[in-house]
């Protein structure tokens, strides 16, 4: 199993970078995918999720209205529009896959597979 996400730079406040993630060894379609990000010095904290089928979606309050979550099941790959950073988005992105049902997005234990990370830097 492999999720692979890519995509990260650095970027002057008020860009946008665009995020993706290639999942491969799972039946990408039963899984919930979610992107989580960490800041050096901070926990790991949830950004976005979207549901199997990609007609749910769930976000953290800090990035309601910027970011946007999204996944092509017949490419097994999940993305994440990000809009309008802020130096506070800086952090490592990780994308990772949980399956049947959860009760808590936000509960890394939750999640099976995780990716490598993917390093964004917005520069005021």
């Known amino acids: 199993v492999q999720l692979q996400a890519s995509g990260g730079g650095l970027v002057q406040a008020g860009g946008s970078l665009s995020l993706s993630c290639a999942a491969s060894?799972?039946?990408?379609?039963?899984?919930?995918m979610t992107w989580f990000r960490q800041a050096p010095g901070k926990e790991r904290e949830f950004v976005a999720a979207?549901?199997?089928?990609?007609?749910?979606?769930y976000y953290a309050d800090s990035v309601k209205g910027r970011f946007t979550i999204s996944r092509d099941n017949t490419k097994n790959m999940l993305y994440l529009q990000m809009n309008s950073l802020s130096p506070e988005d800086t952090a490592a992105y990780y994308c990772?896959?949980?399956?049947?049902?959860?009760?808590?997005?936000?509960?890394?234990?939750?999640?099976?597979?995780w990716g490598q990370g993917t390093q964004v830097t917005v520069s005021s």
């Open positions: 990772a896959a949980a399956s049947g049902t959860i009760s808590n997005l936000r509960n890394l234990s939750a999640y099976t597979y």
């Open positions: 060894g799972i039946t990408f379609r039963d899984y919930i």
């Open positions: 979207v549901s199997w089928s990609g007609k749910n979606t």
